[in-house]
């Protein structure tokens, strides 16, 4: 489903758990698209789900609100919500058992909303480990090897006003230059210079020499 279209229809499950139907705000074009798909119905100025888009609502609040854990509990960013909301549609393939087995099954979210339960939730499960993430490809920057190019996932707080400045945010491409007591990464035509304990903050997943665009 387009990115656009999840957002909307995060929006909308949000203003429910508020007590608000309206579709003030909303992209009516987008809107209509949803209602096209069977995923919600709209009248007299309000917005509901389908029982359809009940279910796909459900899965997105879910993982949303997931992402938001990990990235505020496990990797304790102020950014949570802006993050999540960043890698929650780049993460590839069905991850979101294996992320709630890693978060040991969380009832609700940093800003304190309820997380959806999932089927891993009804039967005990051992926590998983960070191996679910070497499954999605994902690393730490400092053991991306030499002359890799790899997708920026996520950055710790303190990195952002360094980074930032030279286009390296989540989603970003950069090419790791150099590894040997120290790193340097390209992004573009800049090169930037960091070290190990900094590339340890960065999570990132490799992109295949086929896939570099």
Not at 111 to 116: E, M, N, T, V
Not at 194 to 213: G, H
Request: hydrophobic residues 35%.
């Amino acid at each position: 489903m387009d990115r656009e279209l999840e957002d909307i229809m995060l929006e909308i499950w949000k203003r429910r758990e508020q007590k608000e139907s309206s579709i003030s705000g909303l992209d009516p074009s987008k809107l209509n698209l949803l209602k096209e798909k069977g995923l919600v119905t709209i009248s007299a100025g309000t917005v509901s789900f389908t029982p359809q888009g009940e279910e796909i609502a459900k899965i997105l609040v879910r993982r949303h609100r997931l992402w938001e854990v990990f990235f505020h509990d496990v990797l304790g960013m102020k950014e949570f919500n802006e993050m999540a909301g960043a890698f929650e549609h780049e993460a590839s393939g069905n991850i979101d058992q294996a992320l709630c087995d890693f978060l040991d099954h969380p009832q609700q979210c940093p800003d304190g909303r309820p997380i959806p339960r999932g089927q891993c939730c009804k039967r005990k499960r051992k926590r998983a480990g960070w191996g679910f993430f070497q499954n999605m490809g994902i690393m730490r920057l400092c053991d991306v090897p030499k002359g890799k190019k790899v997708r920026i996932v996520c950055l710790r707080g303190k990195l952002f006003p360094k980074l930032s400045g030279y286009g390296i945010v989540p989603g970003s491409i950069v090419s790791v230059q150099e590894t040997f007591s120290g790193f340097i990464i390209r992004i573009d035509h800049s090169e930037v210079a960091l070290d190990r304990e900094s590339c340890a903050d960065i999570l990132v997943q490799i992109i295949p020499d086929e896939d570099e665009t």
